[in-house]
Every structure is written in structure tokens, then in C-alpha cells.
């Protein structure tokens, strides 16, 4: 019997598919990056059915690639010959949502936004928005550690994860965490779990922290500015007045005209850059105020401020519509350097640089007031690898933003595409680390390889 | 040669203490826990110094206790026979502070108030404030991950630590995390480290973060209840409420009589519990009196309010001396059980019922907020070890915690007191995981043994 064949048998009827055309849709994520040809695709609908693929895994000596909605940026869930992908996108339950304790615990397949609208129902939310919120699930999110909009404010995933359930690579369970928001028995397992990009467990199951929703609809403001440096001024002015902003978007003009030919948004031939910021505090009005002042005195062309839920809806769905927009203009390789909040226009400037450096299209958005730019490097469709001019643009954008202290990922992950840079960031003992601990979860090597570390 | 002596041979002049008295000293923390006796005590001044102890201590297999203040609580800094005692105390350099990045690198032998202090001085602040922030440190806060009063609304040691300095068991050093806001390059090795109680490493430096402080001063309240359910419910009602409070300690009747007969507070006869809380918001006056009138709604006898600085520090300062207060009545056996918050009047009633089934006296602080309690069973003083009914009541209470979905520790850490129920909350899969880890950074054992985990 094949091995496949025996996966089959331990699990119950149509849990999985092995058609080519199907399996090499679930070994991609929204990356360019090529999947080789895995044996097939786990469709999980319980834990029962994580224990029995890792078992049988283990046996095997087969690699598991975990996957949630397939909408990471680093090819993380890009699954290679000869391995299985494990689907975790139809657990979708949320098993438990309460408000008095403001937690829920949740399925890893729920989909980001619907768990923040069912916590809304009861005044709450769940903070983490990376932009593909509507798409993505919290097992992906917990994965690749996602940030997003809102956590200028609120923190990235880790910081509303509690407490986890995951399946080790033989199978085993293990239950870490709490339910309590304090706890501080025994090592931090659930933040070693939180972006290790499914090379040390499956998470089947998590418990995260809710958040009072604000009472009052956020306070919303757009700036229109002639140059990113003058944008880039602004974020700084606004973080260091402590406006405490629950978002704070930079959209350069490479941007601006991807979602202008799309859409239409009557963008001016002057405007170089956008700044879209939100006040969510119970004097939100007065804090947009303030803001909109800070960047008419750091040369804004244009502000407007809004309160209305439609209007605000309109501004921030710009900003949404900005990686959909990009990759009707080609094939994109995303990073996502995050560099100290002070030199954020220096980074800016070296994007610039590199563009022309290397004549590379290069779209920018950024988190400003976390300092995490993604310069999207636009290449000809259906290349197989980006050409040699877009690896050296994104080779110089790495080492300028880990040269200004900075990181080569704020909340898209490693995957598979960072991993040339790691070296250059981490140093051997750091490595040499996280391998032991690697082998601690995975002796035989079967969870996500070549990822993440 | 004395391995002792090598130690002094490797070490500038004067580190290495070898007086048993002296030594004694250094070998315990705050708890009743009596320690070993020590070959000696390294006072380090410089990373170098940690490097040089370490390799020595790996060449010659002698357990290393690393120690801050020793203001611990769990025996976490407790010294053992044959090992060697090594302080961060002396490196309190604070070698960086950055306003437009709103970070500080620090030494461990930091003051945590004195980096707090120095970060006001630029209308930041540094937000953890464990009890004993005048006098612990910022590298024994880091060890233990440590809490406090601010921590319901501003988080834990973790939530503001984003990258460290680590010396590891054989010497060599290891840099994790970053200087940005954001950043998921690898494991998290930050987190694993908060919190380990020096059985991963001696952290030698910290990057962490620093927050705006609240542009007006905190509006505080203080309450009286006839019982403690009532103030209990008066929590629930207020974080129910999204009063999002930057302080909320509760008091029970055996406390304030103990800071009464200390320092006379004018305990009223029908005061059985004591609710002391604060708003650091915007409208924080307007909070305080939502706080205030849900305190009377639950049945509070008596409230007040107040902004002004002094009167504030006087009911904070009530608050922070509770422990010196119980320290006069005995020894103490201070616990640190954390609970979802809706259950926090159930735990509340299980304290009063586990005293009174085993005859023990027991003051109950908590950071009401967060569902943390810290409930201090008194006993004899000159005692080896709590008598039979304090560890029964103490028993008591730890598997309540757990069966109400809590945790043994929400912020002291596990160190040797709370050893002995790790097993009831962790599970042998975790335990496992945790050996594996302890093995990956310190395969001879030789980094505080016996803590932890």
C-alpha cells in the first residue's frame, strides 16, 4: 500500500483529495513562489483528524505543510514534493465567546473577520486586522504572528493569544497557556508557537483576548502630501505628540495610481503620498484634530476628517484595496521591513533610491506608525523567479532597514522567501538556537521544512 | 586550586565574595525559604564578567543562581549548596533612552522605578510596576515577568521587553528580538526568555519599550465594602462596563487591619474590603466617576474621588504597603493564584473558606482587574517551613484556581515554592516540551536548577 493509501484509511471518507489540479491549488499561498507536487491535501474537520495525519506522518516520515486560507505573503504554506498539506480552514467553529471574561476560544479555520464581528455583537472585538482579514483565519494568523491595521494601537496577534491546543509531530497534544489575561507558569510556550509558521505543532485550537470595542465610531483623517519624506514627518510629529492613533497608513504614489487606475479615486497629479490615520479614543474628534493640524504643519496639501461610518469606510477601504490593486500590475514580491519609528523617512528615501538604482517598479505602503513598510516589487507575470534587478532592489531595502536597526519582517513571516537574509540578522547562535528547539518539536524533521527559521 | 579560587583568578578584583554571612545574604530572596550554603557570590559589573562566571561555571559544573534585587516571592533567587550566586545587581547602566523610538536599553541591575523616572523626564514611561518597583530590578522583573498594579491596563514584564542580551550556560552570547515595535524574524526567543527564571540564560541587556505617560494625572477612587463579594461584583460591574481602569486593587478586612495597626489608616468597623482604582485617560475624571457610581450601585459604603497628586499617592501608597504591613504580623506564604475575572468573587469565597476549614490567617491583596490574587497565609516566624495547615489551605486554594480555569501564578513565577503543583496545571506533555527546551540552552544543568518549570 502507498503511503497516501494508508492516510486515506486512517482518516474518515473525503477528508482527502488528491486530484493534481487541487492539490496544486492548496500548495500555494499569495506568493509567486512555485509549490513542487505534494501527495495530497489533509481537509481537517476535527482534531481527531490533525492527530491521525501527524501520526501517520510520523510513520511515514512524510512532510505536513499546515495551511490555513492560503493568503500568506512569504510562502510559508508553499508545499514541496513528496509532502502533504494539512487544510485547517474547515474548522471553523468558535466554541466559546465570553464576554464577561473577554475571551473566545476559536477553531484555527475561522475566518479573522468573522470572529471580530461576533465579538462585536457583544461590545467587544478581536484586534488583530491584517488586511486580508476578511480572507484569513486565525490559525494563519497565529502561524505568521500577523499584525495589521489596528495594532499601531492594540499589538499584533501574539498579544491577544492566551492560551493554544497543538498537535506535536507525533501526534501528541499539547495544551498551552491559560485563560486568565496574567500567567506566568512555566516558559512562554504559546508565543513560541505564535509565528513559528507551523514548523513546531498545529494549532487545532486557541484561546485569544477580546477587547472592549470603542463606544464611539473612530474619528478618521486622510492627508494628501507632494513627497513621502514630508508624509513620513508627519507620522513621526503625530506618534511623538502621543496622539496614540488606532491606525496609521502611508500610501505612496506608486500605490495611489495602481488603486487610481482601478478604481478611481480622483487622485491629483501633485499628491506623491497619503496618510490615512484614526483616532478610536473617547475624544477621538479632538485627536483627529490634532492630527490633521500636525500634518498641515508638516506641508499636507489636502486633509480631510470624518466621523461618519460611511466615509470612514471609504478611507480605510482604500487602503484595503492597495495589495489587490498591486497585483493586477504584475507579479509582486512583498516585504516587509519594520524599522525604528524616527528613521522611517530614511527607509523611505533608500526605497526610493533603490528603485531607481535598479529600475524596479516599487509600490510602498506602510504601517507608519509601527515603522513596517511593504515595498512591493512589481516583476513581469508568469516568471518563475523575480529577475535579477528585483532581488538586488530587495537585497539593498534588507540590509539598509537591518543597517538602520530595523528587521526583515514585521508581520508577514520568513517563509520560504526570506530565508537568504536570515544569516544577516540573526547570527549563528541565534540559529543554532532556534534548530535545538526546532528538534525539541520535530526530531524528525516533518513539520513545514525549510521555513521560518 | 579551589574551583572557588578559579573563579576569583577570572574575575577583576573584588567580584567574587566568599564570607559565609555575606554570601547567606545573597543566597535568599523575600520568601521564607531557607537556602544552602553557596561557594560564593559574583557581584558582576559588566557582561564580560557574566561571560567569564559562566564558563567557569561550565568547566567545573557548578549551578549558577542569577539574582537582581532578590525582592522575589517564589524562591525563584534561592541558592543551593555547592553553587555559586551570581548578581546583576551592580550593572545599572541605562545605556540608552530614545524618545522618537520610544525605547530604553538597559542593564539588568536597573532600579524599575529609577527607568520609569528617567523615562518622565520625556513624557514617557516605562509601564510595569511590580509592588516593589523602588526596589527590584528590571532584570528581575524580566526573570520572573514580573506584573503590577498598571499591568491591567498596560500589560506584563513581556509586553514590554522586545529584545535581549542573553549570556548562555557555556558562555557564548545570544541577541534576540529587536529595537522595533514589530518584528516576527524566527522564533520568539524575547518571550521565552521572560520569565524563565534564569534557567534559560543571564540576561545581560534589555531593549524595552517605553510609553507615552498620560498627559493629565489619574484620577483615583478609593471604596469601602461591607464584604468582599460585594467588592468583587463592583469589579465585574466596572470592567463590564469598558471602564478600561489603569488601576484596580482590592483590599480585603484582614489587610487594612494590618496597615491600621501599622499605620493608622481610621479602618472603619464595617469595612471588610477596600476597592482602590484609577482612570490615567483623557476624561479620566468622568471614568472615575462612572467607577465610582458603579461602586455604590454594588453596595459600596462609602466612596471618594480624587485628582490631586498627593491625595492619590496616599491611597496608592495605602495599596503598595500591604505587604510590608503583613511582613509584621509573621512569616508569610504569599500566593499569586490568577482567575478569569468573572470568577473572581468564587475564588474570593474559597480563600475565606479555606481559612476558616484550616484555622490559618490569610490577608488577600489582588490586582482585582486582572483576576490576580494574591491571598498571604501567615504563620509563625523562626519556622523551617509553613505548618501542615498552611500548606493544606494553600493546597486548597491552588486546585480551586484550576478548576475555576486559572493558573498557579499570574506574576511571581513558579521558582521552588509552587514546584510541587506545577504537575496539577502543566501536564506531562508540557513538562516534557519544557526539559527539552531547558536542555537545548543549558544541557549540563548547571542554570538555576530546580526552578521554573
Redesign the interface.
Known sequence: MRPIDALVNALPEGRVLTDPDVVDSYARDRTFVEPGKPLGVVLAASRDDVVATMRWASEHRVPVVPRGAGTGLAGAATAGDGSVVLSLHRMTAIKEL??????AVVEPGVITADLDRAAREH?LMYAPDPSSYEISTIGGNLA??A?GLR?VKY??T??SALGLEVV?ADG?????G????????????T??F???EGT?GVITSATVRLR?AP?VPPATFAAEFGSLREAGAAV?AI??A?C?PSLMELLDRATLEAIDDWRNIGLEPGTNAMLIGQSD???GQAVAARMERLCVANGATFVAVSSSPQETDELIGVRRMAYDAKERLGACLVEDV?????VLPDMIAEIEAAAARHDVKICTVA?AG???LHPVFIFERGLAEPPANVWAAADDVFRHALEL??????????GVL?RRW?GL???P??QE??Q??K???DPLGILNPGK??
Open positions: 465570553s464576554p464577561a471574561d473577554e475571551i461590545g505568521t504572528n499584525g495594532c499589538g499584533v501574539r498579544d506535536l501528541r497534544i499539547l495544551r498551552t491559560r485563560r486568565t489575561v496574567k500567567g506566568v507558569t512555566g516558559y512562554d510556550l508565543g513560541l505564535v509565528g513559528s513546531l472592549r463606544a513621526a506618534m511623538a502621543g496614540q479614543a473617547a475624544d519594520c524599522v525604528p519609528r524616527s504601517h509601527d515603522g513596517n536597526g530595523g528587521t526583515l519582517t514585521g508581520e508577514h513571516g520568513v526570506k536570515l540578522e540573526s547570527g547562535v541565534v538556537v532556534q535545538g528547539i528538534a525539541v518539536f521560518a527559521i
